[in-house]
């Protein structure tokens, strides 16, 4: 009971006071368990799903890339795993081992070519499923075969470029949105396939789709200056629930993470936050700022924070008020725009990348304030840098054709230990749910799923 009450910094302290402690602390998997209630509630539902999909062969593969410790793989995969702290388990000693490799030697399991620019490419939270969305007008629902190989199950035709195509989190959606105005939803029916269950018209192009945590509500941003959301029905249908108007195009929109709240950016220079009831009215609308073009925003995982990317080359935290509102907290200034900006899994850091070459890396210290960690340089502009669902490795996303992944050291420095290349701009790039694998998508064509593993001096490592 103590131990549950405690965050994670406190069950380190007492683990090192006297043996008796040192033990219970190791029998209660403390220090696990503390580690997974840092993340919110549907990050958590994320690491159950794919832990739980996993056999026993999988799982035994995962961890002895990283450790020879056969006792300790023996220990893990023997454990029941319908045990609510097993998850939590396999994931925190997954993070240290993989923590404690200098470099990872990458294996490239898939390489997709298509024949046109893939804007954008990400795994379903349980590992089994692939969306791409191309500048053909497609997007590309594949399934993993049992031989190991992907096979397209089903394709998604837009008239215009597919601007993003992502799936729910709960795995049974996939929502597309295009440049010819037009949002299709897909849904996984009981014999495998993927069905249209929705499709919905802007008047203009749509930049982006979004599913709330719970997959019952999608947001789309679009040029023709509305945000509009639509939600799941009982029957199985998607329908029109609220729209929400700005003064120019909405280059995104985004729900807070434990909450039915809208963040919305647009050309008009501003951020705002819609509060919605049930997904369908806006109560509400608080701006955040009123400055250069807002490139993106983005909730923490808890909600209490907003961070935009802006076109004055600044990045821009923002704390919330007890009295609801938003108020600045911290600057990131880069000498170019800064391109994308986001908050680890657990909140405890940020990255945001710039045209100026340059990811930085902040970190929150007990006190509440934001400081620079880390800096790590391109050859070119750095579209996107985003966590692994760990927090403790990023991966970006560059002009120079190249995905670096980052690595957060015992020492509490980030370094570089692997990198991913194409022969074109790396548009977009992403962790699997486990965090073992790495997605990314180019404008050569070419979707490639790498698999990170230990470099060949594998140590034993006793739990």
Request: aromatic fraction near 8%; include cysteine; glycine fraction near 6%.
């Amino acid at each position: 009971m103590i131990y549950s009450r405690l965050q994670l910094r406190d069950i380190v302290s007492l683990e090192r006071v006297c043996t008796r402690l040192c033990d219970g602390i190791h029998k209660d998997n403390a220090l696990a368990k503390a580690w997974y209630r840092r993340f919110p509630s549907p990050h958590q539902y994320q690491i159950r799903t794919a832990i739980n999909t996993k056999n026993d062969i999988q799982l035994r593969d995962w961890f002895e890339s990283f450790t020879n410790d056969k006792a300790l793989v023996n220990s893990l995969t023997d454990r029941k795993p319908d045990r609510i702290y097993v998850p939590a388990l396999f994931f925190f000693t997954k993070t240290r081992l993989m923590s404690q490799c200098e470099t990872f030697t990458l294996v490239t399991t898939e390489t997709i070519q298509e024949k046109h620019c893939v804007n954008s490419a990400s795994l379903s939270v349980d590992g089994r499923h692939l969306v791409i969305a191309c500048d053909d007008g497609t997007t590309k629902i594949y399934v993993h075969k049992a031989a190991g190989s992907w096979e397209v199950i089903a394709s998604i035709s837009h008239t215009g470029s597919v601007n993003s195509a992502s799936f729910s989190p709960n795995c049974r959606y996939v929502v597309s949105a295009s440049v010819d105005g037009t949002v299709i939803i897909y849904g996984h029916k009981g014999d495998g396939s993927w069905k249209p269950v929705g499709s919905f018209s802007h008047t203009d192009c749509v930049y982006s789709a979004t599913f709330s945590a719970d997959s019952r509500y999608v947001v789309t941003a679009s040029e023709d200056k509305t945000a509009k959301i639509y939600g799941l029905k009982d029957d199985g249908s998607w329908k029109s629930e609220a729209t929400i108007p700005q003064n120019g195009p909405i280059k995104l929109a985004t729900f807070n993470p434990i909450a039915h709240n809208i963040l919305t950016g647009s050309e008009d220079k501003t951020a705002e936050i819609c509060g919605l009831k049930n997904g369908r009215s806006c109560l509400e609308k608080n701006s955040i700022e009123r400055h250069r073009w807002v490139l993106s925003a983005i909730f923490s995982p808890n909600g209490s924070h907003v961070m935009t990317a802006r076109k004055d080359n600044t990045a821009k935290i923002y704390d919330q008020k007890a009295n609801g509102s938003w108020k600045p907290r911290t600057t990131i200034r880069h000498i170019d725009y800064v391109n994308s900006a986001n908050f680890s899994p657990d909140g405890r850091y940020v990255v945001t990348a710039s045209d100026d070459y340059t990811v930085r890396i902040y970190g929150q210290k007990a006190n509440g304030t934001w400081e620079g960690e880390a800096g790590i340089v391109h050859k070119d502009g750095v579209l996107s840098a985003t966590f692994s669902p760990d927090g403790r490795h990023v991966v970006t996303a560059s002009k120079d054709g190249t995905a670096k992944i980052i690595g957060l050291q015992d020492d509490g420095s980030w370094v570089e230990k692997a990198s991913i290349s194409h022969n074109g701009w790396v548009l977009s790039a992403s962790f699997s749910s486990d965090g073992s694998r790495v997605v990314t998508a180019s404008s050569d064509g070419a979707v490639k799923i790498t698999e990170l593993r230990s470099n060949n001096s594998l140590s034993a490592v006793t739990e």
